[in-house]
């Protein structure tokens, strides 16, 4: 653990950046070996899951909560992986494929955002890009 009070698995999970590169093979190792890691909080209360959502990583998303990690957990912030996912995944006003499919899904537990609220989103990131406003 270090100083921020994350662990390999936060890091790995962050690997490098928002490049699309995912390091599920690196994950999968430090589950096996700890997988109590899978819902470890940081000094923040930010968890591995926390951050495949903020670093648009869905693969490392899926796999983190096939493991046990927990989507509905809050950071000390009271953000959700949820909260996290409508914050970062519009940064860009095409996300990628995947990504979007994994927002879409709509059971409890899982990622909640359905078709219309990504539209929403998105519109409104690209609003906000060009500096005008949406009233949708």
Request: negative net charge; aromatic residues 4%; glycine residues 8%.
């Amino acid at each position: 653990v270090d100083l921020r009070g994350r662990r390999p698995l936060h890091y790995a999970v962050v690997g490098t950046g928002n490049n699309g590169i995912e390091n599920l093979d690196f994950i999968k190792l430090l589950l096996q070996h700890r997988p109590q890691d899978v819902n470890a909080e940081d000094n923040e209360g930010v968890t591995p899951l926390h951050l495949a959502a903020e670093w648009q990583k869905p693969e490392s998303l899926q796999l983190l909560k096939e493991h046990g990690g927990d989507p509905d957990r809050e950071t000390k912030k009271g953000e959700t992986v949820n909260d996290i996912l409508a914050k970062y995944s519009y940064s860009s006003p095409t996300p990628d494929e995947d990504f979007q499919r994994l927002l879409a899904r709509s059971t409890r537990g899982q990622i909640v955002l359905d078709e219309n609220q990504l539209r929403r989103k998105t519109e409104l990131r690209v609003c906000q890009s060009a500096g005008t406003h949406s009233h949708s």
